[in-house]
């Protein structure tokens, strides 16, 4: 598995608010490598994650999965994609609120055909790696920001993707979980070989990342019109 955007420009918005979120950008993701994509808020990290994981088309431009340009795939075989290959762990987190910890990720499974009950000590065990061994069986509205983005990386990782896209993972916990979790992103795209792009403000990261993208050098300077 390899990523590289190709001339990319996504216009996003509508009359006034209409803006170009990412402008001609070219950019390669390497293979088993923790890629940082750092740049300054509005700057387009989080839109170029949702480009790479299919779940916004670019205006123009190819968006190459190992070598296959995901931007022209049909909306099912997109959907396939994103079920099948890519993780996502959004800020948000984006958890069914009125299941546990472990719950969240005994759903996720299941979606993908894989049993509960084969996945459940594994499950357990990358919550623990999370820090959220305690909480296993709270319920995701009882929990912090910053443990429902950590059940989203234990989701993720439980379904093992060839891409997994990461946006602020550290942004609400402290420098030690921080290091902490990224330690663990990086060590699973060791092991498992997967492309890992994470959006981040975070030094940390930054530090511990293989590469590093900075969004101001992927793409030519603004023209003064937009
Ligand atoms: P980052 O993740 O680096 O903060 P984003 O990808 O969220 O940047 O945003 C890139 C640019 O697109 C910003 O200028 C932002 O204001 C704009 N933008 C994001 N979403 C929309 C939208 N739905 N409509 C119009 N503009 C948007």
């Given at each position: ?7 990319v ?11 170009t ?7 390669d993701?390497?293979?088993?490598a923790l ?12 839109t170029?994650?949702?480009v ?8 123009s ?6 070598g ?5 795939l ?17 800020q ?16 996720a499974?299941s ?5 509960p009950r084969a ?30 983005q950590?059940?989203?990386?234990a989701?993720?990782?439980l379904?093992?993707?060839?891409l997994?896209?990461?946006d ?12 902490g979790?990224?330690d ?22 930054v530090?511990?990342?293989?590469h ?5 050098r ?9």
């Open positions: 598995m390899s990523l590289e955007l190709r001339d420009t996504v216009t996003l918005g509508r009359g006034e608010s209409r803006t979120a990412l402008r001609g950008l070219d950019a993701f390497a293979p088993r890629t940082a994509l750092v740049g300054p808020s509005g700057s387009g990290k989080s170029l994650l949702a790479a994981g299919a779940l916004l088309r670019p205006d431009g190819r968006v190459l999965l190992s296959r340009d995901i931007a022209r049909t909306a099912a075989e997109q959907a396939r994609l994103r079920r099948e290959r890519v993780g996502y762990v959004f948000s987190g984006n958890l069914l609120s009125g299941l546990t910890a472990c719950e969240q990720l005994l759903a499974a979606v993908t055909g894989r049993s996945v459940r000590s594994r499950a357990e065990e990358l919550l623990t790696e999370v820090g959220l061994g305690h909480r296993l069986r709270h319920r995701a509205d009882q929990l912090s920001g910053g443990e429902r950590r059940i989203a990386i989701r993720a990782l379904l093992e993707p060839e997994l896209l990461v602020e993972p550290t942004a609400a916990v402290d420098r030690d979980r921080a290091a979790i990224v663990l992103l990086a060590a699973t795209t060791r092991r498992h070989g997967c492309v890992t792009v994470v959006a981040t403000h975070d030094p940390v990261v530090e511990a990342a293989d590093v993208v900075d969004m101001a992927t793409q030519p300077a603004a023209h003064p019109r937009d």
